[in-house]
């Protein structure tokens, strides 16, 4: 998955260093499009402070192995080299298709995502400063203090014995995926898998078990898996206007996503290959 980047290890405990020459510094422009070489992104794909020259107020975000990476938190550098294009974080996955880089766009997109959507105070409209001492956003006139967002989402493996419930979205992302939803205030997790699996399939489940979970950057989430059963015939209802394609398929007729970064892709996998030791 995106996060399987060992040996190597990102390090995001907030230290508020000051940025040297050689330091990747992250470009976003206001489409949230990162700055990234033109001729190489398998290994220090992104500019430095040297090439940018003179960052607007940079902000440790994290390190990845011995690399330190910065956000400029405006969209336009000063200056820059040539040999820079910008791509999406969408686009940067089908080009490399996983990878410590990868992840480190991933990582920086949640964080230049969550800096840009709070730059003034929800409660009294005062500008908002950059906190020296942890990762937040403080207001300076009275006080108030705003942590990155993170938002939990469930992916549910839906099982009927050999079949699973594969679906695909009505818009987005166009490969095979499985029920999937944000969790609702008030909500558990195991209850988010309930109603997302109704409402999307008319599918009602039971044995709910946890699988494994991943950070997902691209929308800010927090993603959970969970395999369940069918819990009845499985008839299914599906939502048209949230999926195009939701039907029940035979282990040897899954066909996999493009790549191996995401978790409902690796629980597709795991289903297919008969790996379901526990949850089944």
Known sequence: MIQDIGPS???NTFIPYEIREGDCLLVFDEQGRILIRQ?????????????????????YLFSLDDRR???NLCSAPDRLEGGFTRRTVRELRDILGGGKELFAAFTAYHLWRWYADNRYCGRCGAALQVDAKERAMRCPTC???IYPRINPA???????GEKLLITRYRQGYKHNALVAGFTEIGETLEETVMREVREETGVKVKNIRYYKSQPWGMAQDILVGFF???DGDGEIHMDENELKYAEWVSREDIELQPNSVSLTNEMMRMFKEGKMKGYE
């Open 39 to 59: 001729d190489s992104m398998a290994e220090n794909g992104f500019p430095t402070k040297k090439e940018v020259g003179n960052p607007s107020n940079p902000v």
């Open 9 to 11: 290890k990102l390090d």
């Open 228 to 230: 369940c059963e069918a």
């Open 154 to 160: 469930v992916i549910v493996g839906v099982m009927k």
């Open 69 to 71: 990476f910065f956000l």
């Open 143 to 145: 006080g108030n203090v």
